[in-house]
């Protein structure tokens, strides 16, 4: 019997967050990758350096990759240290590829990673997500109700 998959992803110890992406696009599908990364780089993250902030996904022959991610080189490294920006393979499976590459190439939308964690397991994986980009207006509103949910609390913690 398989073994049900958990509501949401097990993060033990999160190294990289994509904070701007929440504000940036609307976010519709979560996908967990692992990644493919040498010995120094996973050293490297266990450190917890690394940033996706300008970071993305895509599909490429099959695979998808995740490009311009920084994963400084290690800093007790030898001469066989990583490269810190080099597209890195994620590991999904073959019918969640095609869905991600019939999304990004019919209907318009991107891939973006939300975070880098370690699992339990002690695994590295990536959070991504399907999004459609927002306009300005809609980052307008977004503000406008992050404001006022934070105004309401104000409002409730000072009444009660």
């Known amino acids: 019997m398989a073994r049900p998959k958990p509501a949401a992803f097990d993060k033990a ?3 990289a ?3 701007r992406a929440r504000f940036e696009y609307f976010l519709d599908d979560f996908y967990e990758a ?6 120094t780089e996973v050293k490297s993250l266990r450190f917890g350096e690394g940033s996706i902030a300008e970071s993305y996904a895509e599909v490429r022959d099959d695979q998808v990759w ?3 991610a920084n994963v400084p080189e290690f800093s007790h490294g030898n001469r066989h240290n990583h490269e810190p920006k080099r597209p890195r393979k ?3 499976h073959e019918k969640e590829i095609g869905k991600l590459r019939n999304a990004v190439s019919r209907e318009g939308m991107t891939l973006i990673p939300l975070s880098i964690y370690f699992n339990p397991r002690g695994r590295a994986k990536v959070e991504l997500a ?3 980009g927002k306009k300005l207006h809609d980052k307008r509103e977004t503000e ?3 404001d006022w949910k934070r105004e309401q609390g104000r409002l409730l913690r000072d009444r009660g």
Do not use: H, Q
């Open 13 to 15: 110890k999160v190294v």
């Open 66 to 68: 995740l490009v311009n």
């Open 130 to 132: 399907l999004a459609r």
């Open 17 to 19: 967050e994509n904070r």
């Open 90 to 92: 994620l590991l999904l």
């Open 34 to 39: 692992g990644i493919a990364l040498t010995g």
């Open 144 to 146: 406008k109700a992050r």
